[in-house]
């Protein structure tokens, strides 16, 4: 990416870290946001939430 950021976005992401620090961070954030805005507009397959394989087993079934 750039080095250098339009001030009216870096303000608007410090203000995104700031509310956001389970992101760790600018670095963090910046990669939420984008990774977001990709699966969300079609660009990246959508996250999917759930179990990983090895946590399955009969107690979980549904």
């Keep these: 990416m750039a080095d250098t950021v339009p ?3 870096e ?3 410090s203000a995104y870290v700031e ?3 389970e992101h760790g961070g600018r670095d963090g954030a910046l990669a939420f946001i984008v990774e977001s805005w990709l699966s969300e507009n079609g660009f990246l397959p959508a996250r999917q939430e759930g179990l990983r394989p090895e946590e399955l087993d009969a107690t979980n079934d549904d």
Excluded: S
């Design 19 to 21: 509310r956001h620090p």
């Design 11 to 13: 303000a608007a992401l």
């Design 7 to 9: 001030d009216h976005l």
